[in-house]
């Protein structure tokens, strides 16, 4: 049994839009849940060391560093949390398992199929050596999707037969939206499949308990060249905003993706990603049909998920609004009573409370890197299948 | 037992708004549904000699009159359906009782609760000589409608707290919209109040099974004057639309209504009426709160209703959006597969199935003149409210 | 010009469901539209005699006859309105046609592409005669789809980046709902993909103004084998209901169907069409994102247009749920007035409007034969590639 | 001006709920929002030690204390956050005020108008030495709620005919949910009304600049007897939970209230408040309907804003659901890209971050401690109106 009033020192790599949320993660869950571990929120780390600094006071870490390696090297740090863009993914990752350090890595675990199985061969070897290793798809942990997951399991559901999802944004929609690290294929790894693609992906997996097997899908790139941002960073949020420059570069990454899939039950999937759905800010909308019943999902009304039974009376059988606040779903005791929504940021401090419930207990947390190479492997399939136009198999796990 | 091959022959006096919605629903019923009589569409009877005999052509009749009394004199009218505007309802309905024939009447039943009286005492006389008499609240005959009144009756909403109901539309929101016999109180006896008011009165009456037994409310006229359409007759759509002319008029009848009620059962009630409700056209909304589970309807969505059980599994209550197409929904049985939604008229032919099968089977159509001058007496009561600014009893019928 | 007050004589070939459905529309459509010539309800035609006279005493026409072909014969028809199952599409409609009957047709135009070209060759004869075909997909002529397709004609919409439509049912998900003729491919041609998915490839491009291209699909059949039902027929409501019999027989259609398309003007289509989405009754849901605005619909709300414009201040920018029931909406000033809702049939009346007033005009009706064939050579691009595993492209029309 | 770096000392009395959603406040407030002021969460104040000390560790504040009157006479503390029970507020507000402490507290004000005079007097006091007082009408800073407030400051409703305000929940719809000092007029001041009620009745005032002049309502107690809960006690979750004993008491406030009320500008107004609504969890509920256009808003979906422009074309006009959470929305820009929603807690961090900023700068910060002296105004009138069964006048403020 671990310590209750043990700590947890947690180190994190990038302070921006994800390196924010995470913050309110780390600051927040001690606060509402009885955690098994204090994590303390010792360093935080960036390329620019005023920027970092400034970062540690706003975000409320102790100290920043521009350093990741000697982060990774000290002593007094148990946990690394990697919130930096795809591409630095494997080598932080890996170099903090070898060190010893429990990780929570951000999704997608990285930005090609090789370097996520390096990662998940670094995670198993460093599970040998009760060091935990977490990949962060944070929307599992919104407490209708776990609703979602359980009214699979027990049941309610029965055989699945479709599964749709689609995870809708528009923020590039506009043709003069300025370049940003997630447009350049060298930083990002794709665009709306890996960035959001990914986390319907995921989802979709999670809630069924039921894998990809195969796949037929295709990328595009609507918009070829944009202007450049008047400045950029990893540092920022990511071109979520900025002020455009005269001059123009190319978008190498996708900027929608969609694809038909198998499960290995036999459920039809299709699947959707874009950030061209003009009026879609952020709709994660997942639907599953099975022979039991149904269930329907949209972030953009995130605390409800609707289900029918079918083994309701034919009177008064219809899809309910369950609104998922009651004490009695994933997570929501902690918090506020029935009615009182939750919101984006919570489900990151769900993700805290899993984590460090897993270190001090000594299980493995999920998703696992494991989980996150499968997701790699079905993006990295949609992409091949993109390019041959034909249908791809995904190796099984 | 009735000759299911006799006939009831019809005449409509009126020819307009309403006199279009019964005329498709004489014509309709008797394609859907397996009428124990058969409706002819006889006469229908307007003002203008021209513009009956047009009306005649377009909406199916065998003949047109400009002379009621002619008409309900006839020995081949079985039937007498009036649409004219509420001052003319007693006149004609208690001669046409008194002429043996079935009195079908558009609400509200009467301009005043003496009027309503006498149209009762007629019907009560014409009950004991086999001729029936009905009212016009067309909207109970709305399956989602239908079903809400079943699942009270069936027990599924337990002891009810609270009726919360809504008329809104918002055709005269523009203090330029021009007048029509609508807004003018010799005409129509009153306005929000008693045009859409009284449909909201019946229906919670009608679904909750519980009559309302004393109220406190309030008629407000917020735009006192309006110009004169450039043409205006009792035919016309009713100031649904038109050319405003440069003279003006002065609106006598209140735009807007709310009362709080007492219902026979105990539950509280709250009830709006308005013609200002921008962007709400036709928005009847009907909610009620019991201590086994709720209701909520709204005709702007008018095939759904939802119904939320409280005895469902906390992890899965919700309330349930029905869609009331199905089969075993009222009336729905006759029409088209599950899904595929009925609209305003449906409520008319439902109307006239059960007019005919009640005069068929020798029994009484419901709703009666009476439950009509219940409402009559509700609004009467808003009204003495409105003016003395004190709770008035409604008297017990 | 046509006179206003010539007949023209119909004669209806079947009268399950769809005969149903086009009575109700032979029926309305001359009082509530002016129309440019009358419809006679000449004669319905059924297999069986007695069943077809019972038709046509139920649903208004004047005779029955077992004989398609000598009706067809008959001076006295002018327009054969075809509502039987597919296979039998094309034999009747051509012999329409080469009698100098304008035909309406019901969709899909045939079971097979090889059907579909000789009705098409078959209509381009005819045309050169004054002689004229329409395909029957009256979802085009719901005022909120008419209200979509206006939409993107007026530029409202921007550029078309993405289309996605579904077509949702659940009327087999239960494996032991019974056989009909819907789920055999010699009388159905296909399954869900042909009786659904057919109208949303056909909405899709209408509201686009954009065709199909290329697509890459999938067909599946969930439950290969069923009770028969104890009696089925051409003529019953086609398996919607019907109690199930011990034997069982193979399903040969698909029981669903998704693909991936591109349209013509480059915009990524997602099509899903089900019989298994449990808890969808009439799903019809049809999302167009594009650079200026987007377009929601879905048929179990189906009075409801939901629209997106970009152009809007950010304050108060939302999609817009436009009740598409003010007289400024397609088809909607012949009816009734704001919020009061249409129903699936209304659909029905309007395409009697608009084939009537073709035939008076001498213009061609739209969708034509051609416009039939194209969907059906999509419908075959889908089997193909569900067959081949690979994208395929549909000739250019 | 404020130096950026000084700090305001805060001390929070009671560690309830409210005390639990303040602290979640004051903890995330200089996360997010640059504060001209540090707060620090100095000293948590409690009835029983060992509680309040594990408050201290569980939310956050430096120390504990059993001795509110202590803690206000420290001169390190700046400010006094009151979250107790509303018939201790007057004591301690004005204790506070009287100090120089500048105080936020919780709503209602008080339990009666002669507290909330009181309390008003003091801060008016208090005011001439640059102290401040605030009260906890949260709701305000809902983002949603802050667009409405400033889309009718902007004109963009027109003149405002119609309020309608809903709070609705269910948690003691069941007549065995136990009692709790929220069913104790002693303790709470009134139930429903005050609890809920004075919720409503301030956002409608807030959203529409407009005051209540009259009224005319009721208060109905369904339940008049409940189990005592087994443990009870100010500082527990406030009877939202617990195991009921035998033994019964008195249920002393409303279950329920409703009310007709005229605003200044002419506005008719319908409110509700009650925990009856069986299935309605937490849902404020506000609709204005004004000459150029309507707002409607529910918590239930809290980062919505429905809005109707009646100036849009007729062809496009329809509610628009804005999703306020784009950064030219209020509050917004300091948390999360657009479409990923906000919660309960956050119009708590809004609070603080207002309440910081009108200190530092030396303004009043809104709603004053007389905006909830008006509230309290129309909570009695409301009382007395249903005590007396007549209109009631609120004195102008």
Chains 1, 2, 3, 4 share one sequence.
Not at 168 to 174: G, H, R, S, T, V
Not at 199 to 226: A, N, P, W, Y
Not at 256 to 272: H, I, Y
Not at 331 to 351: D, M, N, R, S
Request: one cysteine or more; glycine letters at 10%; charged letters at 20%.
């Amino acid at each position: 049994m671990t310590d209750p009033s043990s700590s947890l020192r947690v180190a994190m790599i990038g302070h921006a839009f994800m390196g924010n949320a995470h913050s309110q993660a780390w600051r927040t869950a001690p606060h509402f849940f009885a955690l098994p571990a204090h994590p303390e929120m010792a360093v935080v780390v960036g390329r620019d060391a005023g920027r970092a600094a400034e970062a540690a006071a706003r975000l409320g870490w102790a100290e920043s560093s521009t350093d990741w390696r000697e982060v990774i090297a000290r002593d007094d740090i148990d946990v690394v949390d990697i919130c930096t863009p795809g591409d630095t993914h494997a080598e932080i990752a890996i170099a903090a398992l070898e060190a010893g350090k429990h990780v929570l890595c951000e999704k997608p675990l990285a930005n090609t199929v090789a370097e996520a199985e390096a990662m998940t061969a670094a995670a198993d070897q460093a599970r040998s050596r009760g060091v935990r290793a977490m990949v962060g798809f944070t929307y599992r942990r919104v407490p209708a999707i776990g609703l979602a997951r359980q009214l699979v399991a027990e049941g309610r559901v029965g055989d699945i037969r479709h599964v749709r999802a689609q995870y809708l944004q528009d923020w590039i929609a506009d043709p003069e939206a300025p370049l940003s690290w997630r447009l350049d294929k060298e930083r990002a790894g794709s665009g709306a499949l890996g960035d959001i693609g990914a986390h319907v992906i995921d989802l979709t997996q999670f809630i069924t308990g039921s894998r990809i097997t195969e796949l037929t899908g295709r990328l595009e790139t609507f918009v070829k060249e944009r202007p450049y941002a008047e400045s950029h960073s990893a540092g920022s949020l990511g071109g979520l905003s900025g002020t455009a420059s005269t001059e123009r570069g190319p978008v190498t990454v996708d900027d929608a993706a969609s694809f038909l899939a198998t499960f290995a039950g036999g459920a039809m999937g299709v699947f959707e990603a874009t950030r061209f759905a003009t009026g879609r800010k952020n709709a994660i909308r997942i639907e599953v049909n099975g022979s039991l019943g149904s269930l329907a999902f949209d972030f953009e009304d995130m605390n409800v998920l609707e289900y029918f039974d079918a083994r309701d009376d034919a009177e008064v059988a219809g899809f309910r609004r369950i609104i998922a606040t009651e004490s009695v779903h994933p997570y929501v005791a902690a918090w506020w009573p029935p009615g009182h929504g939750l919101g984006y940021e919570h489900g990151f401090t769900h993700q805290v409370v899993d984590l460090v419930t897993a270190i001090a207990d000594g299980t493995d947390p999920s998703p696992s890197f494991a989980d996150g190479l499968q997701v790699q492997q079905v993006l990295a399939a949609v992409e091949t299948s993109s390019d041959t136009r034909t249908w791809q198999e995904i190796p099984p796990s």
